[in-house]
């Protein structure tokens, strides 16, 4: 398959879906308005303490929910009193975003994983065995990657990486991820790069992948970008080139 003339490259992407006041991030009704709009979704996976995979970017709950606490000890009883954004949305499983959606628009899926892979990785292959539409995974996380390489070689997989300035992240691991240089390894078909840190000669060295651009947020950060990469993940506007 040619990816740069695939839908990761021809349709512009909804960050955590096309996201408002009334739809919030990671919601099925943002899910459902980046549809009836024709963007691509892109959306975020991690696993709760009893192992179900839940949409969600954050590690904590404070930010979305006005809850405290840590999203990894949730258990799935507990979503539907997780109210996003002060609206009636709860948090979704993996399962229920993969309904919604149900083929009706490809899913970039971000895996929210900074430790080993496997436990995690294994339960979206599971999921995503029977699902119908088309996706692409992504991760910071190059050994997530390398997983897939290993289990789902025929599943796209893309790097995600940035210059990682306010990171909490010691020198050594953010030259490598800022680099990329356990691209070798991990072997991805596509970049998707900060676009605060575009263009750079890092992404230069992989030409011969698509390149996304995250995250725009105005007409006037895509047209900033827009000669330097292959497509965007966005939010907060709608782009028009």
Same mark, same amino acid.
């Given at each position: 398959?040619?990816?740069?003339?695939?839908?990761?490259?021809?349709? !512009? @992407?909804?960050?955590?879906?096309?996201?408002?006041?009334?739809?919030?991030?990671?919601?099925?009704?943002?899910?459902?308005?980046?549809? /009836?709009?024709?963007?691509?979704?892109?959306?975020?996976?991690? &696993?709760?303490?009893?192992? *179900?995979?839940?949409?969600?970017?954050?590690?904590?709950?404070?930010?979305?929910?006005?809850?405290?606490?840590?999203?990894?000890?949730?258990?799935?009883?507990?979503?539907?009193?997780?109210?996003?954004?002060?609206?009636?949305? *709860?948090?979704?499983?993996?399962?229920?975003?993969?309904?919604?959606?149900?083929?009706?628009?490809?899913?970039?899926?971000?895996?929210?994983?900074?430790?080993?892979?496997?436990?995690? /990785?294994? &339960?979206?292959? /599971?999921?995503?065995?029977?699902?119908?539409? &088309? !996706?692409?995974?992504?991760?910071?996380?190059?050994?997530?990657?390398?997983? +897939?390489?290993?289990?789902?070689?025929?599943?796209?997989?893309?790097?995600?990486?940035?210059?990682?300035?306010?990171?909490?992240?010691?020198?050594?691991?953010?030259?490598?991820?800022?680099?990329?240089?356990?691209?070798?390894?991990?072997?991805?078909? +596509?970049?998707?790069?900060?676009?605060?840190?575009?263009?750079?000669?890092?992404?230069?060295?992989?030409? *011969?992948?698509?390149?996304?651009?995250? *995250? @725009?947020?105005? &007409? /006037?950060? !895509?047209?900033?970008?827009?000669?330097?990469?292959?497509? @965007?993940?966005?939010?907060?506007?709608?782009?028009? @080139?």
């Amino acid at each position: 398959m040619d990816l740069f003339k695939s839908w990761l490259v021809e349709k !512009y @992407i909804a960050h955590r879906g096309l996201h408002d006041e009334q739809s919030p991030e990671n919601s099925l009704s943002a899910f459902e308005k980046a549809i /009836e709009n024709g963007y691509v979704i892109e959306l975020d996976v991690q &696993q709760i303490s009893d192992g *179900t995979v839940i949409v969600f970017h954050d590690a904590t709950l404070s930010r979305l929910t006005g809850h405290d606490g840590y999203v990894k000890y949730l258990i799935k009883d507990d979503l539907s009193s997780c109210y996003l954004g002060g609206t009636k949305e *709860t948090i979704p499983t993996f399962q229920e975003a993969l309904n919604k959606i149900c083929g009706r628009t490809p899913i970039l899926i971000e895996i929210k994983n900074s430790g080993k892979p496997g436990k995690l /990785e294994s &339960q979206v292959l /599971e999921h995503l065995k029977n699902y119908c539409g &088309q !996706y692409a995974i992504m991760s910071f996380n190059p050994y997530v990657l390398k997983w +897939f390489k290993d289990n789902a070689p025929n599943i796209i997989r893309g790097q995600l990486s940035s210059f990682f300035k306010n990171e909490n992240l010691n020198l050594l691991k953010r030259i490598v991820l800022k680099k990329m240089l356990l691209n070798k390894v991990c072997e991805p078909n +596509f970049i998707a790069y900060n676009a605060l840190n575009l263009p750079n000669r890092f992404v230069r060295k992989y030409n *011969t992948l698509p390149l996304l651009a995250w *995250t @725009i947020r105005s &007409q /006037e950060e !895509y047209m900033k970008v827009v000669k330097h990469c292959d497509n @965007i993940i966005f939010e907060g506007f709608q782009p028009k @080139i």
